[in-house]
């Protein structure tokens, strides 16, 4: 089965821009999604389709795709940004699974 | 507005049965893809289900054989029926619904009910 690797944590600074890695192998040609998740609250989709934004997204998150990395990039950190956040994939050769990755807790500093 | 309540959640001994609800507000399920993810205590996010609008059904290898997804239109709620449960099934248990662009990805959420197994 596919899989999605990512860093357990990224710190960053208020201010500063923080960007979060997912690996796979060939992940450039999949569609990767991304989500925010709060302490005690449901994920939010802050990405998909590799860089589209969902209405209500700040601009400050982006995403690209290429290779075996897909990066989640959030400009101008705010202490609100402070989450984990999970890339997603949908395998289709493989039973229609969905693919998460293990969470990457983003901690400003 | 697009809502997504569970309810079901609860403690069962190992072995047990339980079945999750999560009724729809705001779109109709039938038409979407909508997926059951879980996530135990302090770990990441692990998909369990889905259920197509033309109503196949796909599982996590660590489900096959003993969960069910489902649906019931005239409620407009999604199911899972969870049978031999295994301790280490325990999560809050979230349905989701596919945003319908083609590949899945989830726009809703819903607050998620907590599934405790032990005895």
């Known amino acids: 089965s596919y899989v999605l690797t990512q860093p357990p944590s990224v710190s960053v600074a208020p201010g500063k821009t923080a960007r979060i890695t997912c690996g796979g192998n060939n992940i450039g040609s999949k569609s990767v999604h991304w989500y925010q998740q709060k302490p005690g609250q449901a994920p939010v989709l802050v990405i998909y389709y590799d860089s589209d934004r969902p209405s209500g997204i700040p601009e400050r998150f982006s995403g690209s795709n290429s290779g075996n990395t897909a990066t989640l990039t959030i400009s101008r950190v705010e202490a609100g940004d402070e989450a984990d956040y999970y890339c997603q994939v949908w395998d289709s050769s493989s039973d229609h699974h969905v693919v998460f990755g293990g969470g990457t807790k983003r901690t400003v500093l | 507005e697009v809502q997504l309540v569970e309810s079901g959640g609860g403690l069962v001994q190992p072995g047990g049965s339980l079945r999750l609800s999560c009724a729809a507000s705001g779109f109709t399920v039938s038409s979407n893809y909508m997926s059951w993810v879980r996530q135990a205590p302090g770990k990441g996010l692990e998909w369990v289900s889905v259920i197509y609008s033309g109503g196949s059904t796909y599982y996590a290898d660590s489900v096959k054989g003993r969960f069910t997804i489902s649906r019931d239109n005239s409620k407009n709620t999604l199911y899972l029926q969870m049978n031999s449960l295994r301790a280490e099934d325990t999560a809050v248990y979230y349905c989701?619904?596919?945003?319908?662009?083609?590949?899945?990805?989830?726009?809703?959420w819903g607050q998620g009910t907590l599934v405790t197994v032990s005895s």
């Open positions: 989701a619904r596919d945003q319908g662009f083609g590949e899945l990805n989830f726009d809703y």
